[in-house]
């Protein structure tokens, strides 16, 4: 009984300290707006339309909170896009490897995205426009072994989809990574075998 206590207590206290990692990164976010355009008025058909560009970026602050958490750790983001029939869509992503001290922020700036926005306004005086609008963003923090270090994710219902995209770029970065190894064994290997013949 008194092995099987002590079990019960280890693995559960593996468990609180995973929990408690999975937390020991504070994630701050926001999109910003680095440059717009405003285009000339264009007459077409019956109506004036004008069209506006701007570029938008995602400002990411991430704070190791946890002193027992890893230093080095790595960023993926993902940003979502309101298109012109209302609908939230990833539109592009990224990811940084970070080295970060206890309670010190680390800032990173995404790539900027090209949003698009049409105005009209008919001869009779109606007016009307499409745009688009970047309006959500997600961040995952994992440690080397792909271990959830942090996460945010605004609004809450991107995160099904934002989990499932860093999921898919969790599985290709192992790919990639296993891959490497391999070619790492091969030619050492090769090197072992080319001393050996002298």
């Not at 560009?53 to 027992?68: C, F």
């Not at 960023?75 to 080295?99: F, K, N, S, T």
């Not at 271990?147 to 991107?158: A, I, M, R, T, V």
Request: overall charge positive; proline content about 3%.
């Amino acid at each position: 009984m008194k092995i099987l206590a002590s079990l019960l207590l280890f693995v559960s206290s593996g468990t609180l300290f995973a929990q408690n990692l999975a937390q020991s990164y504070q994630v701050r976010g926001g999109i910003s707006t680095e440059s717009s355009y405003r285009g000339d008025k264009i007459e077409k058909g019956n109506r004036d339309v004008r069209h506006k560009e701007k570029e938008q970026v995602l400002k990411m602050e991430i704070r190791r909170m946890n002193p027992n958490a890893p230093s080095n750790a790595k960023v993926y983001w993902i940003l979502a896009m309101d298109d012109m029939q209302g609908r939230l869509r990833p539109v592009g992503g990224g990811e940084q490897e970070i080295h970060s001290q206890v309670g010190i922020p680390v800032e990173i700036t995404s790539d900027s995205i090209s949003v698009k926005e049409r105005d009209w306004k008919r001869k009779n005086g109606k007016s009307g426009g499409r745009e688009q609008d970047l309006k959500g963003y997600a961040v995952l923090v994992v440690d080397s072994e792909g271990n959830e270090l942090g996460f945010k994710c605004s609004p809450n219902s991107l995160e099904s989809k934002s989990r499932s995209y860093f999921s898919e770029e969790l599985a290709k970065d192992a790919e990639k990574e296993e891959r490497q190894e391999e070619r790492a064994a091969k030619r050492n290997a090769g090197r072992q075998k080319k001393n050996k013949g002298f």
